[in-house]
T-cell receptor, first 109, second 113 residues
Framework: GENVEQHPSTLSVQEGDSAVIKCTYS??????FPWYKQELGKRPQLIID?????GEKKDQRIAVTLNKTAKHFSLHITETQPEDSAVYFC????????FGAGTRLTVKP | NAGVTQTPKFQVLKTGQSMTLQCAQD?????MYWYRQDPGMGLRLIYY???????DKGEVPNGYNVSRLNKREFSLRLESAAPSQTSVYFC????????????FGEGSRLTVL
Protein backbone atom coordinates (compact mmCIF):
# COMPACT_ATOMS: atom_id res chain seq x y z
CA GLY A 1 0.00 0.00 0.00
CA GLU A 2 0.94 3.68 -0.24
CA ASN A 3 1.82 4.14 3.42
CA VAL A 4 4.31 6.11 5.43
CA GLU A 5 4.63 4.97 9.02
CA GLN A 6 6.28 7.24 11.57
CA HIS A 7 7.52 6.54 15.11
CA PRO A 8 7.38 7.61 17.86
CA SER A 9 4.21 9.67 18.03
CA THR A 10 5.58 11.69 20.95
CA LEU A 11 9.14 12.30 22.08
CA SER A 12 10.37 14.25 25.08
CA VAL A 13 14.06 15.07 25.56
CA GLN A 14 16.18 17.31 27.75
CA GLU A 15 17.75 20.34 26.17
CA GLY A 16 21.08 19.38 24.67
CA ASP A 17 20.15 15.74 24.10
CA SER A 18 19.63 14.18 20.68
CA ALA A 19 16.29 13.22 19.14
CA VAL A 20 15.66 10.57 16.50
CA ILE A 21 12.45 10.05 14.52
CA LYS A 22 12.01 7.10 12.16
CA CYS A 23 9.80 6.49 9.14
CA THR A 24 9.21 3.49 6.90
CA TYR A 25 7.76 3.45 3.40
CA SER A 26 6.32 0.96 0.96
CA UNK A 27 7.80 -0.46 -2.26
CA UNK A 28 6.14 2.07 -4.53
CA UNK A 29 7.74 5.13 -2.94
CA UNK A 30 9.66 7.66 -4.93
CA UNK A 31 13.29 8.54 -4.52
CA UNK A 32 12.59 11.67 -2.52
CA PHE A 33 11.99 11.86 1.23
CA PRO A 34 11.38 15.25 2.89
CA TRP A 35 10.91 16.21 6.53
CA TYR A 36 8.60 19.02 7.63
CA LYS A 37 8.38 20.92 10.91
CA GLN A 38 5.09 22.38 12.10
CA GLU A 39 5.04 24.79 15.01
CA LEU A 40 1.83 25.28 16.94
CA GLY A 41 -0.76 27.08 14.84
CA LYS A 42 1.57 27.41 11.86
CA ARG A 43 1.89 25.77 8.48
CA PRO A 44 4.32 22.87 7.89
CA GLN A 45 7.69 23.92 6.51
CA LEU A 46 10.45 21.89 4.92
CA ILE A 47 13.52 21.48 7.10
CA ILE A 48 15.54 18.89 5.20
CA ASP A 49 15.12 16.35 2.43
CA UNK A 50 17.07 13.46 0.94
CA UNK A 51 17.19 11.77 -2.41
CA UNK A 52 17.85 8.07 -2.76
CA UNK A 53 21.23 8.49 -4.42
CA UNK A 54 22.68 9.56 -1.06
CA GLY A 55 22.63 7.80 2.29
CA GLU A 56 22.92 10.81 4.57
CA LYS A 57 22.51 14.55 4.47
CA LYS A 58 23.35 17.10 7.15
CA ASP A 59 22.37 20.70 7.76
CA GLN A 60 23.87 22.09 10.97
CA ARG A 61 22.15 20.24 13.86
CA ILE A 62 19.80 18.30 11.61
CA ALA A 63 20.59 15.17 9.62
CA VAL A 64 18.59 12.64 7.67
CA THR A 65 19.67 9.09 6.90
CA LEU A 66 18.17 6.74 4.34
CA ASN A 67 18.33 2.95 4.23
CA LYS A 68 16.78 1.88 0.92
CA THR A 69 17.26 -1.82 1.61
CA ALA A 70 15.27 -1.63 4.83
CA LYS A 71 12.95 1.02 3.35
CA HIS A 72 13.34 3.46 6.21
CA PHE A 73 14.66 6.96 6.76
CA SER A 74 15.34 8.86 9.95
CA LEU A 75 15.60 12.43 11.20
CA HIS A 76 18.35 13.18 13.72
CA ILE A 77 18.43 16.40 15.72
CA THR A 78 21.51 16.96 17.86
CA GLU A 79 22.00 19.45 20.70
CA THR A 80 18.28 20.03 20.92
CA GLN A 81 16.97 23.44 21.95
CA PRO A 82 13.54 24.51 23.25
CA GLU A 83 12.77 26.09 19.87
CA ASP A 84 13.02 22.61 18.32
CA SER A 85 9.76 21.77 20.09
CA ALA A 86 7.20 21.16 17.33
CA VAL A 87 5.51 18.41 15.36
CA TYR A 88 7.71 16.76 12.74
CA PHE A 89 6.37 14.97 9.69
CA CYS A 90 8.14 12.67 7.28
CA UNK A 91 6.79 12.25 3.77
CA UNK A 92 7.26 10.23 0.62
CA UNK A 93 6.08 10.76 -2.89
CA UNK A 94 3.90 8.15 -4.53
CA UNK A 95 1.74 9.66 -7.27
CA UNK A 96 1.14 12.39 -4.73
CA UNK A 97 2.84 13.24 -1.43
CA UNK A 98 1.84 11.23 1.63
CA PHE A 99 2.78 12.14 5.16
CA GLY A 100 3.50 10.16 8.27
CA ALA A 101 1.24 10.71 11.28
CA GLY A 102 3.71 13.09 12.91
CA THR A 103 5.93 13.16 16.00
CA ARG A 104 5.37 15.73 18.70
CA LEU A 105 8.83 16.65 20.01
CA THR A 106 9.11 18.43 23.35
CA VAL A 107 12.49 19.78 24.42
CA LYS A 108 12.59 20.50 28.15
CA PRO A 109 14.84 23.36 29.28
CA ASN B 1 5.73 36.77 -4.01
CA ALA B 2 2.84 35.77 -1.77
CA GLY B 3 3.50 32.03 -2.18
CA VAL B 4 0.33 30.02 -1.50
CA THR B 5 -2.72 32.02 -0.47
CA GLN B 6 -5.90 30.41 0.75
CA THR B 7 -9.20 31.94 1.80
CA PRO B 8 -11.07 32.14 4.06
CA LYS B 9 -8.84 31.68 7.12
CA PHE B 10 -11.79 30.91 9.39
CA GLN B 11 -15.32 29.71 8.66
CA VAL B 12 -18.21 28.39 10.71
CA LEU B 13 -20.89 26.42 8.90
CA LYS B 14 -24.07 24.67 9.88
CA THR B 15 -24.57 21.04 8.94
CA GLY B 16 -25.78 20.79 5.35
CA GLN B 17 -24.41 24.13 4.21
CA SER B 18 -21.98 24.35 1.33
CA MET B 19 -18.83 26.35 0.88
CA THR B 20 -15.73 26.64 -1.26
CA LEU B 21 -12.16 27.09 -0.06
CA GLN B 22 -10.04 29.05 -2.49
CA CYS B 23 -6.32 28.56 -3.10
CA ALA B 24 -3.93 30.39 -5.38
CA GLN B 25 -0.16 30.17 -5.87
CA ASP B 26 2.13 32.59 -7.66
CA UNK B 27 5.22 30.35 -7.96
CA UNK B 28 4.29 28.87 -11.35
CA UNK B 29 3.97 25.43 -9.78
CA UNK B 30 2.37 22.60 -11.71
CA UNK B 31 1.03 20.49 -8.85
CA MET B 32 -1.44 21.55 -6.18
CA TYR B 33 -2.87 19.71 -3.18
CA TRP B 34 -5.55 19.90 -0.52
CA TYR B 35 -4.87 18.32 2.90
CA ARG B 36 -6.88 18.24 6.07
CA GLN B 37 -5.42 18.15 9.57
CA ASP B 38 -7.55 17.16 12.51
CA PRO B 39 -6.50 18.13 16.07
CA GLY B 40 -3.38 16.24 17.07
CA MET B 41 -3.37 14.39 13.80
CA GLY B 42 -1.27 14.25 10.70
CA LEU B 43 -1.90 15.60 7.23
CA ARG B 44 -4.29 13.58 5.12
CA LEU B 45 -4.53 14.16 1.40
CA ILE B 46 -8.02 14.96 0.12
CA TYR B 47 -7.43 15.68 -3.57
CA TYR B 48 -4.55 16.75 -5.72
CA UNK B 49 -3.93 18.11 -9.17
CA UNK B 50 -0.68 16.98 -10.74
CA UNK B 51 -1.01 19.50 -13.54
CA UNK B 52 -3.50 21.95 -14.96
CA UNK B 53 -6.54 20.08 -16.24
CA UNK B 54 -6.15 17.00 -14.04
CA UNK B 55 -7.42 16.11 -10.58
CA ASP B 56 -7.14 12.90 -8.57
CA LYS B 57 -8.48 11.55 -5.31
CA GLY B 58 -6.25 11.26 -2.29
CA GLU B 59 -6.76 9.34 0.95
CA VAL B 60 -10.00 10.99 2.13
CA PRO B 61 -11.96 12.41 -0.85
CA ASN B 62 -15.50 11.59 0.27
CA GLY B 63 -17.66 14.68 0.79
CA TYR B 64 -15.38 16.97 -1.23
CA ASN B 65 -15.00 18.15 -4.80
CA VAL B 66 -12.20 20.13 -6.39
CA SER B 67 -11.65 22.34 -9.39
CA ARG B 68 -8.33 23.25 -10.97
CA LEU B 69 -9.50 26.53 -12.40
CA ASN B 70 -6.18 27.37 -14.06
CA LYS B 71 -2.51 26.85 -13.30
CA ARG B 72 -2.66 29.23 -10.32
CA GLU B 73 -5.92 28.25 -8.64
CA PHE B 74 -7.24 25.08 -7.03
CA SER B 75 -10.50 25.20 -5.08
CA LEU B 76 -12.04 22.74 -2.64
CA ARG B 77 -15.82 22.50 -2.28
CA LEU B 78 -17.90 21.01 0.48
CA GLU B 79 -21.37 20.41 -0.99
CA SER B 80 -23.14 19.46 2.25
CA ALA B 81 -20.96 20.06 5.27
CA ALA B 82 -20.92 17.55 8.12
CA PRO B 83 -19.46 17.88 11.64
CA SER B 84 -16.84 15.26 10.67
CA GLN B 85 -15.44 17.82 8.23
CA THR B 86 -14.45 20.15 11.08
CA SER B 87 -10.72 20.50 10.51
CA VAL B 88 -7.89 22.73 9.40
CA TYR B 89 -7.46 22.64 5.65
CA PHE B 90 -4.12 23.28 3.98
CA CYS B 91 -3.55 23.99 0.35
CA UNK B 92 -0.06 23.29 -1.00
CA UNK B 93 1.83 23.41 -4.27
CA UNK B 94 5.11 22.26 -5.80
CA UNK B 95 6.84 21.90 -9.14
CA UNK B 96 5.83 18.78 -11.04
CA UNK B 97 7.99 15.74 -10.73
CA UNK B 98 9.34 13.33 -8.19
CA UNK B 99 11.21 15.86 -6.11
CA UNK B 100 10.60 19.37 -5.01
CA UNK B 101 9.56 21.19 -1.88
CA UNK B 102 5.89 21.35 -1.02
CA UNK B 103 4.85 24.90 -0.09
CA PHE B 104 1.85 25.27 2.18
CA GLY B 105 -0.71 28.00 2.62
CA GLU B 106 -1.48 29.30 6.11
CA GLY B 107 -4.46 27.03 6.55
CA SER B 108 -8.23 27.48 6.80
CA ARG B 109 -9.93 26.56 10.05
CA LEU B 110 -13.41 25.18 9.35
CA THR B 111 -15.98 24.40 12.04
CA VAL B 112 -19.21 22.60 11.16
CA LEU B 113 -21.89 22.79 13.82
Amino acid sequence: GENVEQHPSTLSVQEGDSAVIKCTYSDSASNYFPWYKQELGKRPQLIIDIRSNVGEKKDQRIAVTLNKTAKHFSLHITETQPEDSAVYFCAAIYNDMRFGAGTRLTVKP
Amino acid sequence: NAGVTQTPKFQVLKTGQSMTLQCAQDMNHNSMYWYRQDPGMGLRLIYYSASEGTTDKGEVPNGYNVSRLNKREFSLRLESAAPSQTSVYFCASRLQGWTGELFFGEGSRLTVL
